[in-house]
C-alpha cells in the first residue's frame, strides 16, 4: 500500500522567550508522532483542543519547522525544501481549514477565489477551458454556476465552506488536509459537508488526514483513528475496532462523554489537577487515569501493539497483553 504521507518520531518544541531577563521556557507541542497516511484512506485525528492536531497539520503543510523528526510527503523528505521545491508539493497537497469565514478574501469573488490557484500553477489559461473547469468544479460541491462572480459574504457557512473545498480542488491534489472542516458550521450543514466529502474522497481517489474533536463525525468518515493527547499519539486503529474495543483510558473516557440514551458518563478529573502534575508524570495522562499504575509515575511507555491493526501507549494494556491467557 502507497504512503502518501509518512510521519516518523515528529517532535516539535517551541521556545518561549524572555522578555527581559530570565530563561526561555521550552514547551513540547509534539512527542514522537508516527503515522501513515495510505493511499485512498482517510485517516482521522481525535483529541480535545490544544493537544496538537492543528500544530501537526501546520508542520505537513510546511508551515512550521519541526524540532526532530521526518515527514515524507510520497516518499519525499520536506525538511529544508526551498520554495520552489514546496510549489509541485503545494499542488499535490491542499488544505480546508476550519473556519470558512476567514479563510475566503473578502475582497474576491468565487472566479478570483478558485482561478488564484490556476493561475500560480499555469493550468486551464485559455479563458473558455477556464470558464467550463470553474463552472464543472462548481457543480462538483453542490453550488450553482451564476455563483461564480458573487463574493464570500454574501454565502452562508455551508456555501463558504463548500467554496473553499473547491478552491482546494482546483488543483486535482491526490491528499486533502481537512482542519476541523465542520466544527464551526451547524448540525443540519454538518451532516451535508461530511456527505460531501466522503462523495468526493470516493470519486476522486483521495487521501485525507481529517482532524476533529468529534468522535460521531470521525466514525462517519475515517478509515483508521489516532487519538491524540498533549501531543502524544496514545491510540491507533481502524474505526470500528476503535469504537467497538476502545484500549486507552483517554479514548474510553472520550467515548463514554459522547451523547447517547441511558449511558452513564464517566468524566475525566479536572485540568487544575493535572496543570499541577503534569511535569512529575511521565504519562501526560496518568494524573487523570483512574487506572494508573506505580510504573506510570517514572516511565513513559511505547506505543505497541496488542492486537493485529490497533496500538495504544498505555503501561496497563501492555502489561495485560504480555500476560498469558
Not at 110 to 130: A, F, Y
Request: charged fraction near 25%; aromatic fraction near 8%; hydrophobic fraction near 40%.
Amino acid at each position: 500500500m502507497v504512503a502518501r504521507i509518512e510521519i516518523s518520531h515528529l517532535d516539535k518544541t517551541y521556545i518561549r522567550k524572555p522578555w527581559l531577563w530570565g530563561k526561555a521556557m521550552l514547551r513540547p507541542v509534539l512527542q514522537d508522532i508516527n503515522l501513515i497516511l495510505p493511499e485512498n484512506r482517510v485517516l482521522g485525528l481525535v483529541g480535545e483542543s490544544g493537544c496538537g492536531k492543528s500544530t501537526l497539520c501546520k508542520v505537513v503543510l510546511g508551515i512550521e519547522q519541526a524540532t526532530a523528526g521526518t515527514v515524507k510527503i510520497n516518499g519525499q523528505d520536506i525538511a529544508g525544501l526551498s520554495g520552489t521545491q514546496w510549489k509541485p508539493l503545494r499542488q499535490y497537497m491542499q488544505v480546508v481549514y476550519q473556519d470558512p469565514y476567514a479563510s475566503l478574501d473578502p475582497r474576491m469573488n468565487v472566479r478570483q477565489l478558485i482561478s488564484e490557484p490556476l493561475d500560480i500553477h499555469g493550468l486551464h489559461l485559455q479563458k473558455k477551458e477556464r470558464e467550463q473547469f470553474l463552472k464543472a468544479l462548481l457543480d462538483s460541491v453542490g453550488l450553482a454556476e451564476n455563483y461564480l462572480d458573487r463574493y464570500a459574504h454574501e454565502f452562508s457557512g455551508g456555501q463558504r465552506q463548500r467554496i473553499a473545498i473547491a478552491r482546494a480542488l482546483a488543483l486535482e491534489p491526490q491528499i486533502l488536509i481537512a482542519d476541523e472542516p465542520v466544527s464551526a458550521l451547524d448540525v443540519s450543514v454538518q451532516a451535508q459537508i461530511l456527505n460531501l466529502l466522503k462523495e468526493i474522497k470516493e470519486k476522486r481517489k483521495l487521501s485525507v488526514l481529517f482532524v476533529t474533536h468529534d468522535f460521531a463525525v470521525a466514525r462517519f468518515l475515517c478509515d483508521e483513528i489516532a487519538v491524540m493527547y498533549q501531543g502524544k499519539i496514545v491510540e491507533q486503529a481502524p474505526s470500528e475496532e476503535l469504537f467497538a474495543h476502545p484500549l486507552h483510558p483517554y479514548t474510553r473516557q472520550l467515548l463514554s462523554a459522547v451523547p447517547s440514551l441511558g449511558k452513564k458518563k464517566q468524566l475525566l478529573a479536572p485540568h487544575a489537577f493535572w496543570e499541577e502534575s503534569r511535569n512529575e508524570w511521565p504519562c501526560p495522562f496518568a494524573p487523570r487515569c483512574q487506572n494508573s499504575l506505580d510504573v506510570c509515575q517514572y516511565t513513559l511507555p511505547k506505543i505497541k501493539e496488542v492486537y493485529p491493526g490497533h496500538q495504544v501507549c498505555c503501561a496497563l494494556e501492555n502489561k495485560l497483553s504480555e500476560e498469558p491467557l
